[in-house]
């Protein structure tokens, strides 16, 4: 009897109808449900209720099978939405040993100007 090796390192997800994936197939039902309360359930006129239709027909077929760069469209929303939430910008400098000992110790750093500074850049002479 021979024995053949099964691959379970692929990252491919499995086809459950008409080759979409299970992903695929969920958001095409609830999308097209969608699309049918649009058209039939609105007391609009035949052509805004068409229109609507078509619309959330587009949007489902876009969201379940287009896929930019090999990623969905929800994980690129994903990705966006991390963007937006980091910070933009970055302060870098050079750390010594002590600071890295002191940061050691404690989490956050309080940094006070000497008082020679704000006296300097106040123009104030008294001490």
Same mark, same amino acid.
């Given at each position: 009897?021979?024995?053949?090796? *099964?691959?379970?390192? =692929?990252?491919?997800?499995?086809?459950? &109808?008409?080759? =979409?994936?299970?992903?695929?197939?969920?958001?095409?039902?609830?999308?097209?449900? =969608?699309? !049918?309360?649009?058209?039939?359930?609105?007391?609009?006129?035949?052509?805004?209720? =068409?229109?609507?239709?078509?619309?959330?027909?587009?949007?489902?077929?876009?969201?379940?099978?287009?896929?930019?760069?090999?990623?969905?469209?929800?994980?690129?929303? &994903?990705?966006?939405?991390? !963007?937006?939430?980091?910070?933009?910008?970055?302060?870098?400098?050079?750390?010594?040993?002590?600071?890295?000992?002191?940061?050691?110790?404690?989490? &956050?750093? *309080?940094?006070?100007?000497?008082?020679?500074?704000?006296?300097?850049?106040?123009?104030?002479?008294?001490?």
């Amino acid at each position: 009897m021979q024995r053949h090796e *099964v691959p379970t390192h =692929l990252n491919i997800e499995d086809k459950a &109808f008409a080759g =979409l994936t299970m992903r695929q197939l969920m958001v095409a039902i609830i999308g097209l449900a =969608l699309a !049918y309360s649009a058209m039939s359930e609105a007391p609009l006129p035949l052509a805004v209720r =068409l229109a609507a239709g078509a619309t959330v027909l587009l949007m489902t077929a876009a969201t379940s099978l287009w896929q930019p760069a090999g990623r969905s469209l929800e994980d690129w929303a &994903f990705v966006l939405l991390r !963007y937006i939430s980091i910070p933009r910008v970055v302060v870098w400098r050079v750390r010594t040993s002590g600071e890295v000992a002191a940061d050691e110790e404690a989490r &956050f750093e *309080v940094l006070l100007p000497d008082r020679d500074e704000v006296d300097t850049q106040s123009g104030s002479t008294h001490r």
